[in-house]
């Protein structure tokens, strides 16, 4: 039985439909075949009426939120790791969305599901609510170079205030002609294009390349984070007038006030954020978590803003740094066709 577009096109394959339109948008061959796999091991699975939970033969088109989730359920069942299983479910969420849209299905029996999965990934309903039109206001009014590329890298990667401090230019990949020096990134980086490594090394009161750090990293494993065209130009911004650094680990972030080329900390990195959110009415001495915004705050508003746009929890996690081996290991090896197309689709402008 076949089902028609809004345009009036006949469609007897919805996923072949789907995976065309994939191919049309520009997707790799590699992320066309991650999605096949998933969406025809779904269609098998309704059409099996002993595992689906209406005993019948069903189309893609005729399920229900309770056969998606059925099928979650099932995917548990069978030791799937939960982020595996975030990711298949994302990729099911999409394709009921891209077939709404489309006209070809009346509705996406996986927007309930989603919101009924975990939602744990930094969850804080009570903190302060600031649109994407309202983050841009407050960058235009942030002048000085560092401060701008704090809270411009911390917007754009969701990294911790430690991680960003951490940061030397080994672990930046950026435009041949950015003013990287004669410092080479780290092997990790090399064919990624712009993009930063967050390492889960670093510990406070440890010597990492040639510093005793002041902060930790708390990532369960280290990660390669995509840098867009918009963060690439501010690090190349602060990179022109970064001030002769006083340490070997080459620091990317540095003091420009009474620490002079010295590494940022957090104190310094809390003082620049609170100081700029203050301007605006965004902090006040006194205030608590719900009412203030801290550097904290920004990886907050990376997670939520990506993960509504991707609906893909894998990546989230991935990028936050959230998470082990089995999704470490699985956008490692699929790092261009998943994390940077995904990313570079869905990162907002703050511009």
Known sequence: MAVETADGESVEDPVAYFLQDMTYH???????EAYERVLRRFEAFLRDPEVNPMDARK?????????????????????VADSTVATYASYLHRFYAYMTQVGAFDANPMTLVM???????????????????????FLRGVHHPLDHAVLVTLLKTGMRVGELCNLDLRDVSLADDTPLGAVSSRAQLDGRGPSVYVSAEPSAGEVTNGEERT??????????????????????????????????A????????GSWGRRLTPDMVHHIVERHAGDVGWH??????????????????????????????????YLRGDVGGDII??????????????????IYSVF
């Open 115 to 137: 919101e009924e999965m975990d939602e744990r990934i930094d969850t804080n309903p009570s903190r302060r609510e600031i649109s994407l039109s309202e983050m841009r206001r």
């Open 250 to 257: 080459d620091p990317l972030f540095v003091s420009t006030s």
């Open 59 to 79: 189309r893609v088109e005729s399920a229900s939120h309770r056969d998606c989730m059925a099928w979650i359920h099932s995917l548990r069942r069978s030791d």
């Open 329 to 346: 290991d699985t956008y490692t090896h699929n790092w261009g066709d998943r994390v940077r197309e995904t990313y570079e689709e869905h």
């Open 284 to 317: 006040r001495a006194g205030g608590d978590a719900e009412e203030n915004v801290t550097p904290h705050y920004f990886r907050h508003f990376f997670t939520t803003h990506l993960r509504d746009r991707t609906g893909d929890r894998g990546i989230v996690k």
């Open 26 to 32: 520009g997707k790799t061959d590699r992320t066309r």
């Open 215 to 248: 902060a930790s990293n708390k990532r369960k494993r280290s990660t390669v984070v995509p840098v867009d065209a918009e963060l690439e130009s501010v690090l190349a911004r602060w990179l022109a007038v970064r001030p002769d650094v006083q340490s070997p």
